[in-house]
């Protein structure tokens, strides 16, 4: 099962920022947060993980909580191509180890 | 980040009839790679974790003998749906791990919707 839990669905207003939410307060000590997101018909695209600290790209920032219990991805100026359903999954860094997918949250980028 | 490519995109059968889906990394090497099915407006489930080199790994629920999986290089597995049924209607995905890249993300293919009529 999923150790992830996500709202179901958020809106955002196009050029706002996305933030959103996700609990893991079952994670273990060497599991990372990752984060994915699907848009419709296609196969999932990574965003970004990490372990403890901060994390930031292109696409996103990750503020992970200091217990870890909870994270927040957030979109710093979201645009419609930005609609899709976000997973955010916990698990190892081994390489035989997969990621296991909740029911993830869909979010609407509105013009 | 890493490519994995799948083919056919998209594929449509004959009921009894197998279908057979190729999973490719195209720029690096995978010793393991991951099986999903999605079915319309549900997450994605895993089906299987594929060894090069061995037999694959099934989940609970998940018939081996319908599924075959074959992952003969490093850079190739295969899933067969054999006697397919229109239940096996799916939209199957495959990933692989960048073992030698920095960050060890998992990486996903297009997907391959199946249809069996």
């Known amino acids: 099962d999923a150790k992830t839990t996500q709202p179901t669905s958020m809106d955002c207003a196009e050029g706002r920022a996305a933030n959103l939410p996700c609990n893991h307060s079952t994670i273990s000590g060497n599991e990372y947060v990752y984060w994915y997101r699907q848009i419709h018909s296609q196969g999932p695209q990574y965003i970004i993980h990490?372990?403890?600290n901060n994390e930031t790209n292109e696409m996103a920032s990750l503020i992970i909580t200091e217990d870890r219990k909870s994270s927040t991805l957030i979109l710093p100026h979201a645009t419609l191509r930005d609609t899709a359903v976000y997973y955010c999954?916990?698990?190892?860094?081994?390489?035989?180890?997969?990621?296991?997918f909740g029911k993830g949250t869909r979010l609407s980028v509105i013009a | 980040g890493a490519v994995v490519s799948q083919h056919p995109s998209r594929v449509i059968c004959k009921s009894g009839t197998s279908v057979k889906i190729e999973c490719r990394s195209l720029?690096?090497?995978?010793?393991?790679m991951f099986w999903y099915r999605q079915f319309p407006k549900q997450s994605l489930m895993l089906m299987a974790t594929?060894?090069?080199?061995?037999?694959?790994?099934?989940e609970q629920g998940v018939e081996k003998d319908k599924f075959l999986i074959n992952h003969a290089s490093l850079t190739l597995s295969t899933l067969t749906v054999t006697s397919a049924h229109p239940e096996d209607s799916s939209f199957y995905i495959c990933?692989?791990?960048?073992?030698?890249?920095?960050?060890?993300?998992?990486?996903f293919g297009p997907g391959t919707r199946l249809t069996v009529l």
């Open positions: 990933s692989a791990r960048d073992r030698g890249g920095p960050g060890n993300e998992q990486f």
């Open positions: 594929s060894n090069e080199g061995s037999k694959a790994t099934y």
């Open positions: 990490g372990l403890k």
């Open positions: 999954i916990v698990g190892g860094y081994s390489g035989n180890t997969p990621l296991v």
């Open positions: 720029d690096f090497q995978a010793t393991t």
